[in-house]
């Protein structure tokens, strides 16, 4: 293995590597004429980016409210004591590490799809494991590019900055539908519902299940029975992003009746993050799954 690949395997295990990284160690240890040289260096992540800012700032009365994650009041991470709990509990098992099924591991796939759905579920339900809210995300959407016969996804305006981003590599075109009222800062409802009405049928839809992101403006359990109400007889398919299910009213069942109200009703695609509901940031990545159902 020459120089440069140690250097940059290495480099990998320890972190991402951004491209700067790739273009400075390249620079160094191979000639000019490196096709991996013309790799453009990404956008900077404006989110990120404040996350340093906010690490930099020495104002003790700062406040980090820029990821969804739950922190002390010292402002730092907090491990909830059940999360705790059950990683003490997996490493007394001294799991043998087998590699997994495609699908990822059964037990915690029904695991899943018991919080989203409940325990008494009666609807026939396909899932997989995937890593993390934004692997859900990527696979649930090249699955609806490649056999949900859609070229566009219907996302609510605004919505979380990645959204775009993680569709368009699927192939899907982004298009809006208006969502929150900015003059009075609540939903737009009814321009919600005239544009959904609007949709052509069989559309792609995004909806957030709980705790909308980035407003936190969410409809109520009527609205859900009318946006229902809108899509089914349009066949549409509501591709659900749960990212923080529990987050919204502190009660995990609660904030689970927009999408299981709605399986009712309608085919979905959902992908809870326990990434985000553990607490699980900075763990491994073996940790970081969410799952996709759909039925
Ligand atoms: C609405 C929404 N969906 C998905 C994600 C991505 O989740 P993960 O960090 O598990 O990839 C986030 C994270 O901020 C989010 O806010």
Redesign the pocket.
């Known amino acids: 293995m020459n120089t440069l690949s140690k250097t940059m395997r290495s480099t990998a295990a320890r972190s991402s590597i951004s491209s700067a990284y790739v273009k400075r160690t390249l620079t160094s240890t191979t000639s000019t004429s490196s096709p991996w040289l013309n790799v453009p260096e990404g956008p900077p992540d404006a989110i990120l980016g404040l996350n340093s800012l906010y690490a930099a700032d020495e104002d003790p009365r700062k406040i980090s409210v820029g990821v ?1 994650a739950y922190r002390g009041s010292d402002g730092k991470p907090f491990v909830l004591p059940s999360v705790k709990e059950a990683e003490k509990q997996l490493i007394a098992q001294d799991l043998n590490r087998e590699y997994l099924p495609i699908t990822g591991l059964p037990t915690f796939n029904e695991l899943a799809c018991d919080m989203i759905y409940g325990k008494n579920r009666d609807v026939p339900l396909a899932k997989t494991q995937v890593l ?4 859900g ?1 990527r696979v649930g959407g090249e699955f609806l590019k490649a056999f949900g016969n859609v070229n566009e996804i219907y996302m609510p305006d605004p919505t ?1 900055g990645n959204h775009g981003a993680i569709f368009k590599r699927c192939g899907l075109e982004s298009k809006t539908y208006r969502y929150l009222n900015r003059d009075a800062q609540c939903l737009d409802f009814d321009g919600m519902m005239e544009d959904l009405k609007k949709l052509p049928n069989n559309s792609a839809v995004l909806l ?1 299940a709980c705790a909308h ?1 980035p407003t936190g403006v969410d409809p109520t359990s009527e609205q859900w029975a009318e946006i229902s109400a809108v899509l089914k007889p349009k066949n549409c398919i509501p591709f659900f ?1 749960s ?1 923080y299910q529990g987050f919204a009213s502190g009660d995990a069942e609660k904030d689970a009746k927009a999408v299981c109200y709605t399986t009712l009703v309608i085919v979905f695609i959902s992908c809870p ?1 326990f ?2 509901h553990a607490s699980l940031f900075l763990k491994t990545e073996t940790l ?1 799954f ?1 799952n996709i159902f759909f039925f």
Do not use: K, R, V
């Open positions: 969804g993390s809210g934004t692997g995300l979380w957030h992101n992003d990212a993050t990434l985000i970081a969410s």
